[in-house]
């Protein structure tokens, strides 16, 4: 339901970083005899009652999946309409992110993107990182096996340069190469639409994540959804492998 931020009393156990991956957008308008691209327009409204409910809620991180490295191979159109709506979300939602406070990040190689995007994100990645509020990540030509294997590679090259032991590369050692390194640790994993995979997304990150899949598509993921979600996060045990 997508509904205004109207957050509950407060959980007693608030995740700090909540991921989201966004899918369904497609089938929210087939489903409707609209354009896929319809679809991708609706879910933009999901993203922005989201971030406000996710900052209601004194979420630390949100994180989303917007584009993967393997969404290149959806037809030309889809994607330069999806680049559209990125470029369109910046324009109108940025004055809102600064004065919200609100630190952006983004995850994934977002500079394969055309030169105009590229311009308009750096301006908002300038423009909010003086901020000390929430941060919102939003995962642009991401993909976790790409971001593991230039982690891999920074250590190589320190290690052959001799600034570096290889025998003392620990988990730490690689999660200070990870995209995700000034984030706090990934608590929640929501998936919309039915879907159970995670489509090479957050991979290390997700080792003791709770994983949440919801049948809701992502266009009707609303404020109301993502507080289900904490709620549900509330109730489960997390034991890393101890009792
Ligand atoms: C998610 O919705 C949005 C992106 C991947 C950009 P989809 O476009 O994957 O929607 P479905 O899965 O086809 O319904
Ligand atoms: C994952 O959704 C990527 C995003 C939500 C951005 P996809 O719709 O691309 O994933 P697959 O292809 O169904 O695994
Ligand atoms: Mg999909």
């Given amino acids: 339901m997508a509904t205004a931020a109207v957050p509950r009393a407060a959980p007693a156990v608030l995740p700090r970083h909540v991921a ?32 406000r409910a996710a900052r209601a809620l004194g979420i630390e991180a949100l994180t989303l999946y917007a584009f993967s490295s393997e969404n290149w191979r959806r037809p030309a159109e889809e994607v330069s309409g999806l680049m559209k709506l ?14 919200e406070n609100v630190r ?14 590229v311009e308009l994100i750096d301006d908002a ?55 995700t390194r000034d984030l706090p640790p990934l608590d929640l994993l929501i998936r919309t639409s039915g879907e159970q995979r995670l489509s090479n997304f957050l991979l290390w990150q997700a080792a003791y994540a709770e ?20 709620d549900a996060f ?6 890393y492998g101890g009792l």
Wanted: proline residues 4%.
């Fill in 104 to 117: 952006l990040r983004v995850l994934g190689d977002y500079r394969r993107f055309p030169a105009d995007v």
């Fill in 125 to 179: 990645l300038a423009r909010t990182a003086g901020n000390s509020g929430p941060i919102l990540a939003i995962a642009l030509n991401y993909g976790a096996q790409a971001e593991l294997v230039e982690a891999a590679r920074a250590l190589a090259v320190q290690a052959a340069a001799g600034g570096l032991d290889p025998t003392a590369i620990d988990a730490d050692a690689i999660e200070t190469q990870l995209e």
């Fill in 86 to 99: 990125l470029k369109l979300f910046i324009r109108n939602d940025l004055a809102e992110l600064v004065r």
């Fill in 20 to 51: 989201i991956i966004m899918d369904g957008n497609g089938r929210w308008a087939a489903s409707r005899r609209m354009p896929r691209a319809m679809g991708h327009r609706a879910g933009v409204e999901a993203v922005r009652s989201v971030t």
């Fill in 211 to 230: 994983l949440l899949f919801v049948e809701t598509l992502w266009p009707d993921f609303g404020a109301d959804d993502l507080a289900a979600a904490v």
């Fill in 234 to 239: 509330g109730q489960r045990q997390r034991r």
